[in-house]
């Protein structure tokens, strides 16, 4: 299926998209994030880095005109750091 998946028409809708390497592992994760995307399902990126996620999502973004907010995560990363949270007011003096 990624092999037989046609990137000529992406590359091409995106400056320097020529200079993408479409290895068979970048291939499967563009082609499964597509359908992903075109399914309307959420998708977790995980894997080493280096192996095309972010670049991926942006070759996405910009090939169907879409802006791109990237968080990246690691293993100490919580929810508050997507949504926010509340902070403590340690000063009595700001509220009276």
């Known amino acids: 299926i990624y092999e037989k998946f046609d990137t000529t028409a992406t590359a091409?809708?995106?400056p320097d998209g020529s200079k993408i390497v479409w290895t068979p592992s970048f291939r499967r994760i563009y082609?499964?994030?597509?359908?992903?995307l075109e399914s309307g399902e959420p998708a977790l990126?995980?894997?080493e880095t280096g192996i095309g996620k972010t670049t991926a999502c942006q070759l996405l973004a910009a090939s169907r005109g879409q802006r791109l907010h990237i968080l990246n995560c690691n293993q100490h990363t919580e929810t508050s750091d997507f949504l926010g949270g509340y902070r403590p007011n340690r000063s009595r003096r700001a509220i009276a």
Do not use: F, H, N, P
Request: hydrophobic share 60%.
């Open 45 to 47: 990126l995980v894997g």
């Open 31 to 36: 082609y499964l994030l597509e359908r992903c």
């Open 12 to 14: 091409a809708a995106i």
